[in-house]
């Protein structure tokens, strides 16, 4: 059994997952089936699994297809299929029992079974609430449900939304886990939430019950779960923001990671919530671009001299804007950060910075005009173009 680290997949994820299930792992996992599928014959599961198809498949399709050939070797009454996901998952246990081991930086999943099994639930057990969510709660102690959840919360959203709430004080880390990752409004990959983008307050009893949990991975979904309110619903989080800041060091990095976006969009609350003020007396000198034309694949490079004017020390928050090319002709903004931390009085520090443009899976580049700013405390300082070119 692989275990691997929990991080939000992207395409490069995926293309690698994918490849996860392969002769090796289908040998493992009809090996582990027949215990429970005791006239589960091996070779007609791989069979059909890796068909004429199977290549040309992505990763989620790959599952998908995997948990259609599981049903056609499982009991036909989806309760009795249930019982024997669960008695797999007990087998498992046994043959790993650290399963679920946490320390402060980092929890463990099994990607591998856990994937096929959700799929699994989402696609034939949208109709069977109880067994569905009695599996789920199980399974998300060895991987993780979030997606799975979503489809039950759109089908059921106040039977699902009780239901998460309870999850919150549950004994495993995992569960507890899911009842903020389960509910997040903009998580990636899963089916969109659009009754909790619009209202998203039957999540904050949840995350309220979270944000003190020992698992630093439930606190990181709490902060997930807030920024993606924030999009949405800036002001909900705001309020909640000045409530819980404070509270502790934990509470206190929840709350910071959780406002990111809106830090990033300058906003001034939020900004003076953390001890940033304006930017009187603070001022950019000598920006220079070292790299006017920049390569597809290689960095933009510049800098500046960042002046603290002030007859007192000052907390800053300096980033930089970089607008990307669109297909269309129109310019895109990103933030990036630089630094967050406190510069002496009447002081001058020359910042240099590399931004890449190697090529990745999650944004298309387009040659053409591109732009750069600084910004200090939210507030953004002139633009300077430079252009991007094919390699």
């Not at 669960?86 to 990607?111: A, N, R, S, W």
């Not at 269309?328 to 910075?353: D, F, H, P």
């Amino acid at each position: 059994m692989l275990f691997l680290q929990k991080n939000l997949f992207n395409k490069d994820m995926a293309e690698a997952f994918k490849n996860f299930y392969n002769v090796q792992f289908f040998d493992k996992f009809t090996k582990e089936l027949k215990l429970v599928i005791n006239d589960l014959d091996e070779r007609k599961f791989v069979s059909l699994s890796m068909d004429n198809e199977w290549e040309n498949r992505e990763y989620k399709q790959r599952i998908a297809h995997i948990a259609t050939v599981l049903k056609k070797f499982l009991p036909t009454d989806y309760k009795d299929a249930i019982a024997k996901i669960l008695e797999l998952l007990d087998h498992v246990e046994k043959e790993q029992p650290h399963i679920g081991v946490i320390d402060d930086t980092k929890f463990t999943l099994t990607l591998e079974y856990g994937a096929i099994l959700d799929s699994y639930i989402e696609q034939y057990g949208l109709d069977d609430y109880e067994n569905s969510v009695k599996a789920i709660e199980r399974i998300t102690q060895f991987t993780s449900c979030e997606f799975v959840t979503h489809p039950f919360i759109v089908r059921y959203p106040d039977k699902m939304m009780k239901q998460m709430l309870i999850w919150s004080k549950h004994e495993h880390w995992g569960v507890r886990r899911l009842a903020s990752e389960g509910c997040r409004p903009r998580l990636p990959w899963a089916m969109a939430l659009p009754d909790l983008k619009k209202d998203p307050m039957p999540i904050i009893p949840i995350l309220e019950n979270l944000k003190n949990d020992p698992a630093k991975s439930v606190r990181l979904s709490v902060a997930n779960n807030l920024n993606d309110i924030a999009k949405d619903n800036p002001e909900i989080v705001i309020e909640l923001a000045k409530k819980w800041h404070g509270e502790s060091k934990e509470v206190d990095w929840i709350v910071k990671h959780g406002c990111r976006t809106l830090l990033k969009q300058g906003n001034p609350e939020v900004m003076e919530l953390f001890g940033l003020g304006g930017v009187k007396n603070i001022s950019i000198e000598s920006f220079q671009i070292s790299t006017h034309q920049v390569k597809v694949g290689d960095s933009l490079e510049f800098c500046f001299n960042l002046l603290n004017n002030n007859d007192k020390k000052v907390k800053i928050r300096l980033e930089y804007g970089i607008y990307y090319q669109k297909a269309n002709g129109t310019l895109t903004k990103k933030v990036c950060k630089i630094s967050e931390k406190e510069y002496t009085a009447n002081s001058a520090i020359r910042i240099n910075r590399k931004h890449s443009f190697k090529v990745v899976t999650t944004r298309k580049l387009h040659p053409g005009l591109h732009q750069v700013a600084v910004i200090i405390n939210g507030t953004e300082f002139e633009k300077y173009d430079f252009e991007l070119v094919e390699s």
